[in-house]
């Protein structure tokens, strides 16, 4: 499955990334999360047992990671891989630009580091998170719940590796072909 993924996206641009990136993970995933919190909210006060409500606040602590990594991937990654992308194709030299290119393209590199570190343990929490026992739950929602972790947990496994794997590569490559410096 992982080598099927690679070969899907290696090919692309970096346009194409990130239009497939946004359609194929980070909407989905935002959707996904947004039910995952809304189930959450509704099961808060139906008289569950301890048991269940500390799985739900697990469940919910979980959830705003995966939406601090969507809304940094949307609101800071993908803005710069359409300028980065849009200056390699237009043959930009940082090296030479009046503009004196304060993009900080190092610095992006190294976000996305960190984030990807961020990820890892978002991953080992979802990947810790024990299901309540299914005695526990019946006739009460949760399983959605579950399904939709579980579904999350495949998801952003699947993003870490091509964004390590395909996009940083292809960042790497475009800021060297446009001198990027800083």
Known sequence: MILGLFTKYKGNTIHELVDRFYIDYYTIMEERRKEISDNIESLKNS???????????????LAAEIKNHLDY????????????????????????CSGGCHVGHSAKIAELSLSHASIKNTLEGLRGLEPVAAEDITGIGIETIQDE?????????ELYYLEQEVLVPKLREAQRRINANG
Not at 47 to 61: D, F, I, P, T
Not at 149 to 157: D, G, P, Y
């Open 73 to 96: 991937r949307i609101g800071t990654l993908l803005p710069y891989m359409h300028e980065l992308g849009r200056k390699s194709a237009e043959g930009h030299n940082c090296a030479t």
């Open 149 to 157: 972790i579980q579904f999350m947990e495949n998801a952003l496994a």
């Open 47 to 61: 008289g569950l047992g301890e048991e269940v409500l500390q799985y739900l606040e697990r469940c919910g602590v």
